[in-house]
């Protein structure tokens, strides 16, 4: 019995790493797809002259001009806490509404402190 105990246990720990790289795939497959389409098919940092293209290096950014923020409407969309995968995956459903872009991380972080890229002198 000691034994099945112990099988028991790896194999729910092996099941589990599987599970995680299969989502991992999964989560990838959505990326991709949902940058894709916000790239026009090109995956690319989207700020003009900025050269990154590695996925992981990129990130969804959210055009909002500073105004829009303060209605309520969109505060509460934001209070959805939709971020990561799970704005993939909703933008996917929605069908890729407008008002988001790609950017880098260097340039999404920049956009949130500068009013134009510290690197390329465009704005976000
Ligand atoms: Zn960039
Ligand atoms: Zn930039």
Known sequence: MKMDKYYQRRYRKENLAAARGY???????????????YCKGRIRCQCRGCPI????LLSL???IPARA????SKRNFWRAEKHGW???LWLKKMKFP????????????AKGT???CPRYGKSH
């Not at 795939?25 to 949902?34: A, G, H, L, Q, T």
């Not at 293209?53 to 992981?56: A, E």
């Not at 923020?69 to 309520?72: A, E, F, L, V």
């Not at 407008?98 to 972080?109: D, H, P, S, T």
């Open 53 to 56: 293209r590695h996925i992981d």
């Open 69 to 72: 923020k303060t209605k309520r």
């Open 61 to 63: 950014d959210h055009i």
């Open 98 to 109: 407008k008002g988001f872009q790609i950017l880098c991380l260097a340039c999404n972080k």
């Open 114 to 116: 500068k009013t134009c």
């Open 86 to 88: 799970n704005m993939w």
């Open 23 to 37: 989502h991992e795939s999964y989560i990838m497959r959505i990326k991709r797809i949902v940058f894709g389409h």
